[in-house]
């Protein structure tokens, strides 16, 4: 049986598909039984980059069997409008501000652990693995990759469309609404574990101080140190940079 239906991408959903059909109805057909993510996928746009699926006006999951003459609207990621107990694509909100990372997002995965983000990063992760933690871990997946968000594993997941790492940072705020959630030199950059404050005169402080540049303790009376893998920060020229980082990530903000 030939199964006639129309289908509608939303907002940036439209990247995906070819410039013909953006922003508009698309009237399509086709022969046998398809669920709607193969549909959409059809289309060239990942799931993981989909919210919320509405068919005849009511919200469907992934799995739903396409019928003849339905009215299919797909939107992406909502950036404030909260669609908990609405969309039937995941049964928690992807507001969850873990990542893990492709090979080509390496800076923005320390931009990211520089804001205070708990973000998985390892060059030598393939696509499976990745998929397979993203998964696991309730992970957001951020890739350059579009297909690596077609994988079945994968629930969560945004497509980084600027090359650019700063940028590529600033999409990921504004997106996922994330600027009240900023904490910022709260994580190791090197190996994503959380750091702790520690100042000179006491206990822990003795158990780090051979660790310490002689040149730095003349000066410094307060570090970071991460536990995990023994880095240690101060205030000094790479803080300075940070925060310079920081100050124009929030005046490009409120532009």
């Given at each position: 049986m030939r199964l006639n239906v129309t289908i509608r991408f939303y907002e940036e959903l439209n990247d995906f598909i070819k410039e013909e059909l953006r922003k508009k109805q698309i009237e399509t057909s086709f022969y046998g039984k398809r669920t709607v993510k193969d549909l959409i996928e059809s289309y060239g746009v990942p799931h993981g980059e989909v919210d919320l699926i509405l068919i005849n006006g009511e919200s469907v999951g992934f799995d739903y069997i396409v019928n003849d003459k339905d009215l299919i609207s797909v939107y992406p990621v909502f950036e404030r409008f909260n669609i908990n107990g609405l969309s039937k694509l995941r049964q928690s909100s992807l507001r969850e501000t873990k990542f893990i990372l492709d090979v080509h997002l390496g800076k923005l995965a320390k931009y990211l652990r520089l804001l205070g983000f708990d973000t998985i990063y390892d060059h030598e992760?393939?696509?499976?693995?990745?998929?397979?933690?993203?998964?696991?871990?309730?992970?957001?997946?951020?890739?350059?990759?579009?297909?690596?968000?077609?994988?079945?594993?994968?629930?969560?997941?945004?497509?980084?469309?600027?090359?650019?790492?700063?940028?590529?940072?600033?999409?990921?705020?504004?997106?996922?609404?994330?600027?009240?959630?900023?904490?910022?030199?709260?994580?190791?950059?090197?190996?994503?574990?959380?750091?702790?404050?520690?100042?000179?005169?006491?206990?822990?402080?003795?158990?780090?101080?051979?660790?310490?540049?002689?040149?730095?303790?003349?000066?410094?009376?307060?570090?970071?140190?991460?536990?995990?893998?023994?880095?240690?920060?101060?205030?000094?020229?790479?803080?300075?940079?940070?925060?310079?980082?920081?100050?124009?990530?929030?005046?490009?903000?409120?532009?």
């Open positions: 992760m393939d696509d499976p693995e990745l998929a397979l933690i993203s998964n696991k871990n309730k992970r957001i997946l951020l890739t350059r990759d579009k297909g690596l968000l077609m994988r079945r594993l994968v629930e969560r997941g945004l497509f980084i469309r600027n090359n650019d790492p700063y940028k590529q940072c600033l999409e990921v705020l504004e997106k996922l609404d994330l600027w009240d959630t900023i904490h910022p030199f709260s994580r190791c950059m090197v190996c994503n574990q959380e750091i702790e404050k520690i100042e000179i005169n006491t206990p822990k402080y003795k158990l780090i101080e051979t660790l310490i540049p002689p040149k730095v303790k003349e000066w410094c009376t307060v570090y970071n140190y991460c536990s995990n893998c023994h880095k240690i920060y101060w205030k000094g020229s790479h803080w300075n940079r940070m925060n310079i980082f920081l100050d124009k990530l929030i005046e490009d903000k409120n532009r």
